[in-house]
Every structure is written in C-alpha cells, then in structure tokens.
C-alpha cells in the first residue's frame, strides 16, 4: 500500500485518454532539435540527415528555408516532393525517416535506480518508462506512481499502479510527450 489518493490525484480508471488519434499525430510530428534523413531516390545529392532549428526549419538543397515543425514525416516529404518538383524535377521520390525526437520526452524521478530525462517513443509505457529509468529502488511505492500530464492547457495527476501493470493485474498506460513519471517512497518496508 502507497500514500492515499489527494484531491487533485485521479484513480488510474479516471486517467484522461483524450483522443488516441490526435496524442498519434502529437507524438510523431517534427519539433524543434529533431533530426530526420531525407531519400530523394537516385539522388544522392538531395539525400542527407537534417536538424529541425529552434524556428522550426531546416535549410534544404535547391529549396531554401522550409518549415517542418509540427508536421508528420509524410507531410515533409511531401513539402520537399512539391518544391523539387517545382522546377527541379519531374517525379521525386522523397522519403523521411525521423532518427532522432529531442523534441519530444518524458521525465522520471522520485524512487528509481537512475532518474532523469528520457526520449519519448511512440507507443511507450509507464513500465518502460520506469525500466528506462534502472527500474524501482527497494523503497518505492510501486503501486502509487504519479503521472503528470498536461491536456488541452490542464494539468492532470493520474496514480497509476506499476506493479499490477506488471503482473498482469492492471491494463498498462501509455504515456504521452511531456509526461512526468513520479515513484513516491514507500511508508511501509
């Protein structure tokens, strides 16, 4: 047993959802500091890895200064297929793969073995999370981990029970950019 849920702590079966296609699109979008490889088919030239800046551009061969913050892999390389082909080519084939997402992380603290800022990845749980993080320290409270997430400008505190996730007992909880993964100390052991 961990501390008792506070007023401004929601059970686990009240934890905000929001709308699973639009926490998708938030998740995989291009945000400042991440970096994508572009593969413009048979030109090696057009192809490379590319840093989004602070503005949330990147500066393109032939192309210029694009902006690509908030945008899908698919939408950039569509962006980058309309401009080469607008002069430059007749039918690019352009690809995008993200490398790496700066722009998008969780963070772990409280009662676990190495705690810190980790990057988000789509689909991640709790459970990883808190793997990530060199799992639980003999003194938490595995049961009473408190997600922290802001939706829509709301800050919400959710208890989710880790340890029953593990066993089975409990559905797991998928976690969202941004999210703050908290593991209380245990008033027993």
């Known amino acids: 047993m961990g501390p008792q849920l506070s007023d401004t702590v929601r059970p686990y079966s009240e934890a905000p959802r929001g709308d699973e296609r639009a926490a998708g699109v938030v998740a995989t979008s291009l945000g400042a500091g991440d970096v994508f490889e572009v593969r413009v088919f048979e030109e090696p030239n057009l192809s490379g890895a590319f840093r989004v800046g602070s503005d949330g551009q990147i500066d393109y061969p ?3 200064q694009l902006k690509v913050l908030g ?30 997402q700066n722009s998008k992380k969780i963070y772990v603290f409280g009662e676990v073995e190495n705690p810190g800022t980790f990057p988000f990845l789509e689909g ?66």
Do not use: H, W
């Open 62 to 64: 032939l192309c210029g």
């Open 71 to 100: 945008m899908s892999a698919a939408e950039a390389a569509a962006q980058i297929k309309a401009c080469l082909r607008d002069g430059f080519m007749r039918d690019p084939q352009v690809s995008i793969f993200i490398t790496e």
């Open 124 to 189: 991640m749980s709790v459970v990883e999370a808190v793997t990530r993080a060199g799992g639980f320290t003999p003194s938490a409270a595995r049961n009473s981990v408190v997600v922290t997430r802001v939706v829509d400008g709301v800050e919400t505190k959710v208890q989710v029970p880790v340890e029953d996730i593990g066993i089975g007992k409990a559905p797991n909880f998928e976690l969202a950019p941004g999210d703050i993964v908290y593991v209380p100390q245990s008033f027993f052991g």
